[in-house]
């Protein structure tokens, strides 16, 4: 197949386009391919294929495509159509390209999870080449990417409802921010054990209902009680049957630990959506978000008030990460997106030799995340090299979770 770039481009996004296609090469990206219609070979372009080969025209605040599409013509040439393209489906056709642009983006950073499903190139996609399907790409490869599928949806359904204008009036009215990031090292100091990150989840899609007699609010406060640090909340509800409404209504009973939002974030609008319900922290899951859309939304989160805690789940990711400026808390999560295998080693694994040292060396807190169930569990990951941990199956399941603390950690930590 030959290595092409689509033309519907400006010079500068060809460039970083094939920038981007060269660096993902050693990527398997099955979903979909650009390949030569009826093997046209243009023996002589009407003109350079370097030069840009949009015009443009300005439609309430935004440059769109319009008129000159490429076309290919029988004898195999290229010439620019006088015909021109409705402004809606020439919006279509630049936001379809934006998103096939990031797509090789995140192949090039080892990105599996897809924001959506792949899907064809607009009606009006004109030029010499052809989008084909390799395979079918409407069915996700595993838990992670259905979730972002699905709240791709949710989000754009939010968004509707309360734009971000509306959200960003509401944040004068936000209870203020609480120092995630100190309170877990003040408990670290107090205690010499990793501090806990207590969360507060009634399910999840591996292990379903994990307590039928939920209530948020109180399973909150013997977290706070039994002496964790933070607390987490699930927010997402079709899932793990979470709520915002649970993370404020915890907010709002006089729970003092701070609060992480637990969300699949993939749009910086959920960073003040969270905001405005009492959260003092957000979770960015480098899984699911590139680099550039990592540092923008520790950007935001700063602004806010807010701590970023970024989860990577193996060595690719954690590399990522450790080169973005501004990272301060990373989890590492030992569940496997694919299998939902957990496996405690993993964090050993992703602190050990230079990536332990780098870490030191910045001085981030890692956060060790899934499969921690008894003393020995939590000895294994502090030995490794963590500072703090997040759980939750093990604690609200138990009848008593102040309790249940006491017997994760072998000890009371409340004191």
């Known amino acids: 197949m030959d290595s092409v770039i689509p033309l519907r481009t400006t010079t500068a996004t060809a460039a970083a386009t094939a920038t981007a296609a060269t660096s993902a090469a050693a990527t398997v990206r099955p979903q979909f391919s650009f390949q030569l219609l009826a093997n046209l070979r243009p023996k002589k372009p009407a003109f350079p294929l370097s030069v840009p080969t949009t015009i443009f025209t300005s439609h309430r605040g935004r440059v769109l495509p319009r008129c000159s599409p490429l076309r290919a013509q029988e004898d195999g040439s290229v010439v620019v159509s006088e015909s021109s393209i409705p402004e809606g489906e020439a919006l279509k056709i630049k936001e379809w390209e934006v998103e096939r642009f990031q797509d090789e983006i995140a192949a090039s950073q080892g990105i599996k999870i897809r924001r959506r499903p792949t899907t064809g190139p607009p009606l009006h996609y004109v030029g010499p080449f052809e989008f084909r399907m390799q395979n079918e790409g409407n069915t996700p490869c595993n838990i992670l990417e259905e979730i972002i599928w699905y709240k791709d949806k949710e989000v754009s359904q939010m968004k509707e409802k309360k734009p971000l204008i509306l959200l960003k009036k509401l944040l004068s009215g936000a209870p203020p921010t609480r120092d995630f990031l100190g309170a877990l090292k003040a408990s670290y100091s107090r205690t010499g054990l990793p501090a806990l990150i207590a969360e507060v ?38 899932y793990f049957q979470g709520s915002f409404e649970n993370l404020e209504a915890i907010r709002n009973a006089g729970v003092e630990c701070p609060l992480l939002c637990k ?101 981030i807190i890692v956060v060790g995340e899934s499969g921690l169930f008894t003393p020995a569990d939590i000895g294994y990951v502090q030995e490794a090299g963590v500072k703090a941990v997040l759980v939750g199956e093990s604690l609200v399941k138990q009848e008593d979770p102040t309790k249940g603390i006491s017997g994760l950690f072998g000890k009371d930590i409340s004191c």
């Open 263 to 363: 969300e699949f974030v993939i749009e910086a609008w959920q960073i003040y959506y969270a905001r405005v319900k009492g959260a003092d922290a957000i979770l960015l899951i480098a899984a699911v978000l590139p680099n550039l859309d990592i540092q923008y939304m520790i950007k935001i989160c700063k602004l806010l008030g807010l701590t970023a805690l970024v989860e990577v789940h193996d060595e690719t990711e954690m590399d990522r990460v450790l080169g973005i400026e501004g990272v301060e808390l990373i989890g590492i999560n030992n569940r496997d997106l694919g299998t939902f295998k957990v496996d405690i080693s993993n964090t050993k694994k992703l602190l050990e030799g230079e990536r332990g040292e780098k870490i030191r060396e910045k001085g």
């Open 201 to 238: 989840k009634k399910a999840s899609p591996s292990r379903g209902v994990l307590r039928e007699d939920f209530n948020p609010v109180e399973i909150a406060k013997a977290y706070e009680k039994g002496g964790a640090a933070c607390l987490s909340v699930l927010t997402d509800q079709k």
